[in-house]
């Protein structure tokens, strides 16, 4: 395999803050250490957390500092093992070290797992009195969280006995589906000759800028999973039946509840969140409306959804990226531009193309004692800008969570991605305002609006999908009819009268993977979006007195709810008026777009 250079040649990251490389004998003592620290740990720990009337605080406080840093220092080989493997995974020694790692790590979690178990096992009195007392304010969070699953946990036996018998259930049904999506091939008519592709291949070409194209890509989706409706809709259906049967023994109140509670959002929040997207289906069609007007079509149809609205963009070297990140941070706040430029000039950013080396991209933040480098395949497109502020986002966050503990320091779930998507939003603004060219201006544009109408609104549709098929399964079985016809009811508020759907799109549910893997995750997706977008909009409004707001929100880590985390920025999820102002931002963009849009004479 050749491969072709790109500019970002040679911009590769500097381990050496971590270890010297695979072999350096540091690595062998600290997971000796680590072992040793865990029995240490075992000894003098276990059976003193579950004991009547609750441990002193004190000792409590002292086993979950001795514990964090045991994680530290474990975390450090396991991250400096991932980092180089994904350097380049090639190598065996790298993957020797990698596997040496996980099974060190899981070994030594297994002999200090007793901790959080006791923790949890603790009568509700006793634990309330830790949870409130000024010693351990600092872990509050942290403690509170590990005991939310306690009322939903089976007895030991119970447990161990379903894990066992998911390997033949609904794990080895999620498995069947992927592999059975994977294995899917889709005949097509390609420049004249007769060509079967895999399901990535094709949906890749509903961004094609030849509309028979797109069209035959669409049809032949359809066309092969309506074939296999039997075993689609049975494998969803099973996994809807076991999820129900789990909430019933867990006594999880509704099917969406286990999620809210690992999100920390309550059912209203989201439930309201969901109506205001709903009321702001229009701002999507009307940009469904200008999409059609700028492709010269009457009416747009499913498959024109993705379809460039111009030529392909202008190439953008990495050094240019660099400068335009800096720059769009630096317009937000020196403190963003400084951190941002150490990622750059200390080589913690890994962007060339290089064989072996791992796919697509991520920004690794290991804890407060180290710093997060970041990986990923530069090629010198716009795009790969938008990659790069992502992950310097991510990178923002877990540089500036540095002031937390271990414990405190990760991001929860629903706002691990609000740095990384808000660094994006600023620099994509600043992208525009600085490209001179008023068509690409407008393709940047479309290509925002089109990204967002796919994380806020097509999620929306997804999540009230998913709810209507829940209930009807819980009046009795699913047929493929009943499912096709759901996800219509779901889809046709959203496309209104602005975008045709074709017959076959009845099964554009039957290949998503979030239905069978992390049902009722879509949600945060639009949570995550609408969150940014909303607070972007305040930055515009109220500028440095949001900046200096926004940047303890990051300083803040983990460290508490994100509820109460948000409320410093003046974030209520339980107004209407908040999300809101998020669909102000995108009608915002629909607005601008239109205005080019008729500037160009388009
Ligand atoms: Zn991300």
């Known amino acids: 395999m050749t491969i072709q250079t790109f500019s970002a040649a040679g911009v590769r990251w500097d381990l050496g803050d971590l270890f010297?490389?695979?072999?350096?004998?540091?690595?062998?003592?600290?997971?000796?250490?680590?072992?040793?620290?865990?029995h240490a740990f075992a000894r003098r720990f276990r059976d003193t957390i579950r004991v009547p009337g609750g441990p002193d605080p004190a000792h409590l406080l002292a086993a979950m500092r001795e514990l964090e840093a045991l994680e530290e220092d474990l975390k450090r080989v396991g991250f400096f093992a991932d980092l180089l493997y994904a350097s380049d995974t090639s190598r065996p020694e790298h993957r020797d070290l990698k596997e040496q790692a996980e099974l060190a790590a899981t070994e030594i979690g297994n002999l200090v797992l007793f901790f959080d178990l006791e923790w949890m096992d603790l009568p509700e009195e006793a634990a309330g009195r830790l949870l409130t007392h000024p010693t351990l304010a600092g872990y509050r969070h942290h403690l509170h969280r590990l005991r939310q699953v306690?009322?939903?946990r089976l007895s030991e036996a119970e447990e161990r006995?379903?894990?066992?018998?998911?390997?033949?259930?609904?794990?080895?049904f999620a498995r069947l589906f992927t592999e059975f999506t994977t294995a899917l091939r889709f005949p097509l008519d390609r420049n004249g000759r007769p060509e079967t592709v895999t399901m990535s291949e094709l949906l890749a070409m509903v961004h094609h800028n030849e509309r028979e194209v797109r069209r035959r890509a669409y049809e032949a989706l359809f066309d092969i999973l309506s074939r296999h409706d039997l075993v689609l809709s049975s494998l969803y259906e099973t996994i809807v039946q076991d999820h129900l049967v789990l909430d019933r023994l867990r006594r999880f109140p509704h099917p969406m509840a286990e999620r809210h509670l690992s999100n920390e959002i309550d059912e209203q929040a989201v439930e309201q969140m969901m109506t205001a997207t709903e009321a702001n289906y229009p701002v999507a069609q009307a940009y469904f409306r200008l999409k059609a007007r700028l492709l010269g079509l009457p009416k747009?149809?499913?498959?024109?959804?993705?379809?460039?609205?111009?030529d392909a963009l202008p190439p953008c070297p990495f050094d240019r990226a660099r400068d335009v990140i800096l720059e769009a941070f630096g317009t937000f706040s020196p403190v963003f531009q400084k951190i941002a430029q150490q990622f750059f000039e200390r080589r913690w950013v890994d962007a060339e193309v290089r064989e072996g080396k791992q796919a697509g991209a991520f920004c690794a933040s290991p804890g407060p004692a180290l710093h997060p480098y970041i990986l990923c395949n530069y090629t010198d497109n716009l795009r790969d800008v938008m990659t790069v502020a992502h992950e310097l986002g991510h990178g923002l966050h877990g540089w500036l969570a540095r002031q937390q503990t271990p414990f405190n320091y990760d991001a929860s779930l629903t706002t691990a991605e609000t740095a990384s998507v808000f660094s994006e939003f600023l620099v994509f603004d600043h992208?525009?305002?600085a490209e001179p060219d008023p068509q690409v201006q407008l393709a940047l544009i479309c290509g925002k609006i089109e990204d967002i109408c796919a994380t806020v609104f097509r999620q929306n549709v997804l999540t009230r999908f998913e709810q209507a098929v829940f209930a009807r399964r819980q009046a009795g079985r699913l047929t493929a009819e009943a499912i096709c016809?759901?996800?219509?009811?779901?889809?046709r508020p959203y496309y209104g009268d602005a975008v045709e759907?074709?017959?076959?799109?009845?099964?554009?549910?039957?290949?998503?993977?979030h239905f069978i893997h992390t049902r009722f995750y879509c949600y945060s997706y639009v949570f995550g979006e609408l969150l940014v977008l909303s607070l972007y909009r305040r930055y515009k409004e109220d500028g440095a007195n949001f900046v200096s707001r926004y940047i303890r929100l990051l300083e803040a880590g983990g460290s508490d709810s994100p509820e109460s985390l948000l409320k410093a920025l003046g974030v209520n999820f339980h107004d209407p008026a908040f999300w809101q102002k998020g669909f102000d931002e995108i009608r915002g963009l629909v607005e601008r777009a239109e205005e080019l849009a008729g500037k160009l004479g388009r």
Request: proline share 6%; aromatic share 10%; no cysteine.
């Open 485 to 491: 016809g759901a996800w219509i009811e779901a889809n």
């Open 501 to 513: 759907l074709t017959g076959g799109y009845r099964w554009g549910w039957s290949y998503i993977p």
């Open 431 to 433: 992208l525009v305002r």
């Open 161 to 172: 006995l379903l894990n066992e018998r998911d390997n033949t259930g609904r794990r080895a």
């Open 150 to 152: 306690r009322p939903h």
């Open 300 to 310: 747009l149809a499913l498959f024109d959804q993705y379809a460039p609205v111009s």
């Open 20 to 38: 010297a490389s695979h072999h350096d004998p540091r690595i062998q003592a600290s997971l000796a250490d680590a072992r040793a620290r865990g």
